[in-house]
């Protein structure tokens, strides 16, 4: 059994900024990625920003240069610096990981709970 548990969601005004963070725990073996995706009232959930193993990380064009991710391996933990925040960054939030629970098995998704993020204009 893996648990993700997110904090930091929030309600700011357009130009603030958030930090939201994930502590992923249970059994597991090896993360392989984490990120953050987010879902937004009547929209497909999206990937936002996420990280491998190795440290490279990727993020969607639209919060490029105003969103940061970061983790820690050694604490299976990862965070997103939200800065600039601009009301279509409304959504919830999850975090996500892939991750395998011993060496024979394949890495599986696991998710948070999510978190709101409101960004009023």
């Known amino acids: 059994q893996v648990r993700l548990v997110e904090s930091g969601g929030g309600l700011v005004q357009a130009g603030e900024s958030l930090r939201l963070s994930c502590e992923a725990s249970g059994r597991i073996f090896r993360v392989n990625y984490m990120g953050w995706y987010r879902q937004a009232p009547g929209k497909q959930r999206e990937l936002v920003a996420g990280?491998?193993?190795?440290?490279?990380?990727n993020y969607q064009d639209s919060v490029k240069g105003r969103f940061t991710i970061s983790s820690d391996n050694a604490k299976n933990t990862v965070s997103l610096q939200m800065d600039s925040l601009k009301p279509e960054d409304t959504a919830v939030y999850y975090c996500n990981i892939k991750a395998t629970s011993s060496p024979l098995v394949k890495d599986r998704d696991y998710w948070g709970q999510g978190t709101q993020v409101t960004v009023s204009s």
């Open positions: 990280i491998s193993s190795g440290g490279s990380k």
